[in-house]
């Protein structure tokens, strides 16, 4: 990952206007990952899972949750908030490469792809596919074109924050100058004012099977 953005992600901001929009944003993604858990007993990996706040629904579908986070300060909070869940454990991204081959039955990568160069997302996606079961998924999600502009991520959140019912609190408070932020990235070069939008983009998948290249799985 590159180094800018996960200073960014391990640091104080303000991406979220108020606990609800935190709230709904991670039990979405918890309650779309865990929908596609196969069975009770599968192996999961969300690999770049952020605070995944609600880890635990996902949990509760599978047999063992992966949460692996690069961001030092995120990872601490996550073995903090999930010690009690003993289906859940947290990793750094150099413990899963030591992973068995075809352990995983599913793994989730949203919003990641885009901070990686292109030679870390070519091993990593080898890396998926040694890891994952004859027939595993590999679902990669919220992937933004580099010419996106940011103007395009706020007016997204604004979208968001009317359907889920934080759209005026968050305008009132933090959620205003990360929306300043974005718009200002629009004509400066500057990542900490960039925005991930986990909202109103279509999910894409793609099923590893035994025998296919990675490389043919791109996002």
Known sequence: MISDWLAFWDSRHFLYGNARHKDVHYRLIAQAIAALVPSGEARVLDYGSGEALHADLVAEAAGEVLLCEAAPGLR????KRFAGNPKIRVVAPHEIARLPEHSLDLIVMHSVAQYLTAAGTGALFALFHRLLKPGGLLVVGDVIRPE????????????FGKANGFFFAA?????SQSIVGLLAAAFADRPDALCRSHHDRKTRRRRLRGGARAGQYRP
């Open 171 to 175: 305008l009132r408070g933090p959620f």
């Open 76 to 79: 601490a909070g996550l073995e």
């Open 148 to 159: 996106t502009w940011a103007a395009t991520d706020a007016w997204a959140l604004l979208r």
